[in-house]
């Protein structure tokens, strides 16, 4: 089939299970012509949001219409709320509802949310059934869309639950990205941020400049940051599926972004590409604070992420002093990269280069987030 002058297609290589990534315009009006040739049976389950159904819902429904495809929606409420034991099990129950079968192929619809639940689902329900992403968020898009991971949070923390499970497709429509608040936008951005901050300084010399212009959804900054992005992360991710070396770059800014995240009970408080945001400042300061990055580039990421109104400091989201910072080096300690007791951190040494550190030091944490502002 022959693009459309502006859909970029890209591949994740993953051998027989890889899959393409489209990024453009209109991609939710031609689902269904995406979507067919990959479909074992004309039958879809769609799992939705109130909030995304409101805005994309009709008009993706009637192209899979057109093309002959069975449907069933399924909606969820929107919010980090909803990715949790009590919703996960009413889905899935609802989901088999449907009569599905082997063949039946899951689409998430929408942002990060519905796309984790809706993945580990689909990595579940008749032990795996095919589903799509339709990430409709600037974060989904960039991000938790690509790369198989599919979770769900515990009380214990966040993303505890889940499974490695690819997608057969991504369609990320970059139309959907005029309906986000102006937060989300800017929580999303915090995640292009991350891919210059890890392994591009060049990219993140860009951002400085055009930043502005990514936010604003000015149409050639906003394509070109989202897929540098893409790309960046289906090269980490075909050479790192499972996340036993590189991959777990990606992780940069998220062990103290996901305490942060269980300490603030995963609502609106503070979104999650907040508390990355936050989460890679932090990560800089205890890089200088260790020795290994300088302060002048930990300016330079503070005050980028800042200029973008996003947090980067504890005490703006109320955690800062002794007893906050005893609580989240206790989250730390339960995070999914803990390897014997000890807590892994991804650290910069400088911008566009970090690297894993296995055995960071609670207490040298707890010290460090107690005396942070």
């Known amino acids: 089939m022959a693009e459309p002058n502006s859909i970029e297609r890209l591949r994740v290589e993953l051998d027989d299970r890889g899959y393409d990534i489209l990024v453009g315009p209109g991609l939710i009006a031609r689902a269904g012509a995406e979507m067919l040739p990959l479909m074992r049976r004309r039958q879809a389950v769609i799992v939705t949001d109130e909030t995304v159904a409101a805005q994309h819902l009709a008009p993706f429904r009637a192209n899979l ?30 989901i088999l509802a449907c009569g599905i079968e082997r063949g039946t192929m899951l689409v998430a619809l929408g942002g990060g949310v519905v796309g984790d639940i809706a993945g580990f689902a689909a990595a579940t329900l008749l032990r795996g059934i095919d589903f799509v992403q339709i990430p409709t968020t600037l974060l989904a898009q960039v991000d938790s869309s690509v790369g198989g991971k599919t979770a769900i949070n515990t009380t214990a923390g966040k993303n ?19 309906t986000l608040p102006r937060r989300e936008l800017r929580a ?5 941020v991350k891919y210059g901050l890890i392994r591009d300084a060049e990219f993140f010399d860009w951002l400085e400049a055009e930043g502005g212009a990514v936010c604003d959804l000015e ?59 936050l989460g890679m400042v932090l990560a800089f300061d205890f890089a200088v ?59 910069p040494r400088r ?11 609670a207490e ?6 107690a005396d942070a502002a």
């Open 65 to 94: 219409e057109a093309h002959g495809i069975a449907q069933h929606v399924i909606m969820l409420p929107p919010g980090e709320g909803t990715k949790d034991l009590a919703h996960f099990g009413r889905l899935v129950d609802d």
């Open 289 to 347: 604070r260790l020795g290994i990055a300088s302060g002048q580039d930990a300016h330079r990421a503070r005050r980028h992420l800042a200029a973008a109104e996003l947090p980067t400091r504890l005490s703006a989201i109320g955690l800062s002093g002794g007893d906050a910072a005893d609580r989240l080096v206790a989250h730390m300690g339960k995070d999914k990269k803990v390897r014997d007791g000890r807590i892994t951190l991804i650290l």
């Open 160 to 178: 505890l639950l889940g499974a490695f499970y690819q997608p057969r497709l991504v369609l990320a429509d970059t139309d959907t990205l005029a």
């Open 219 to 277: 149409p050639a900054a906003a394509t070109r940051a989202i897929l540098t992005s893409c790309r960046m992360k289906a090269v980490i991710v075909a050479a790192d599926e499972r996340e036993e070396g590189d991959r777990a770059l990606l992780n940069f800014g998220h062990t103290f972004g996901h305490a942060l995240e269980t300490e603030t009970g995963f609502g609106d408080a503070l979104l999650h590409g907040e508390a990355v945001a």
């Open 364 to 369: 040298e944490l707890r010290e460090f987030l």
């Open 188 to 192: 999303g951005y915090a995640e292009i």
């Open 351 to 361: 911008i566009g280069d970090a690297f894993v550190m296995r055995d960071a030091s």
